[in-house]
C-alpha cells in the first residue's frame, strides 16, 4: 500500500470513527471545550488564533469563534489555495463561512483576507 492510500485509509477510519459520536456526546463535549478554552489565556497574547472551521461530525469550535470575535480578538481558518496549499484566511463574523470543493467551511471569496 502506497502512502497516499495508507492516509486515504487512514482518513476514512477516523471519519467513521467521528460519525460514530452521538450528535449529544460531541455537543456536550464542544460545549466543555469551549468553557475551558475561553478561560485560557494563551489567545489573549497572541496578535491571530489559527482554528479550523468544524464539520458536523467534529467537535464544534463556534462557540469559542463567537467568542473570540465578540471580545475583539482576531481569528483564522484554512484555506486552501489553488496550487493546494494551506493560507490563513481572517474571520470577520461566522456568517462569512462558506463551505469549499473540499466540503471544509472557509471563508467566502469575496470577505477572504489572506493573513
Same mark, same amino acid.
Given at each position: 500500500?502506497?502512502?497516499? +492510500?495508507?492516509?486515504?485509509?487512514?482518513? +476514512? +477510519?477516523?471519519?467513521?470513527?467521528?460519525?460514530?459520536?452521538?450528535?449529544?456526546v460531541r455537543a456536550r463535549?464542544?460545549?466543555?471545550?469551549?468553557?475551558?478554552? @475561553?478561560?485560557?489565556?494563551?489567545?489573549? @497574547?497572541?496578535?491571530?488564533?489559527?482554528?479550523?472551521?468544524?464539520?458536523? +461530525?467534529?467537535?464544534?469550535?463556534?462557540?469559542?469563534?463567537?467568542?473570540?470575535?465578540?471580545?475583539?480578538?482576531?481569528?483564522?481558518?484554512?484555506?486552501?489555495?489553488?496550487?493546494?496549499?494551506?493560507?490563513?484566511?481572517?474571520?470577520?463574523?461566522?456568517?462569512?463561512?462558506?463551505?469549499?470543493?473540499?466540503?471544509?467551511? @472557509?471563508?467566502?471569496?469575496?470577505?477572504?483576507?489572506i493573513i
Amino acid at each position: 500500500m502506497t502512502v497516499k +492510500e495508507e492516509k486515504k485509509t487512514l482518513r +476514512e +477510519e477516523i471519519r467513521a470513527k467521528r460519525k460514530a459520536i452521538p450528535t449529544e456526546v460531541r455537543a456536550r463535549l464542544s460545549e466543555k471545550i469551549t468553557a475551558k478554552l @475561553t478561560c485560557e489565556s494563551f489567545f489573549r @497574547t497572541e496578535e491571530v488564533t489559527f482554528l479550523y472551521a468544524s464539520i458536523p +461530525e467534529e467537535i464544534q469550535l463556534y462557540g469559542f469563534m463567537k467568542f473570540m470575535l465578540d471580545i475583539g480578538r482576531r481569528i483564522a481558518v484554512p484555506y486552501i489555495s489553488k496550487d493546494g496549499g494551506m493560507l490563513a484566511a481572517e474571520v470577520k463574523s461566522i456568517a462569512d463561512l462558506t463551505f469549499d470543493k473540499y466540503g471544509i467551511l @472557509t471563508v467566502t471569496e469575496e470577505k477572504r483576507r489572506i493573513i
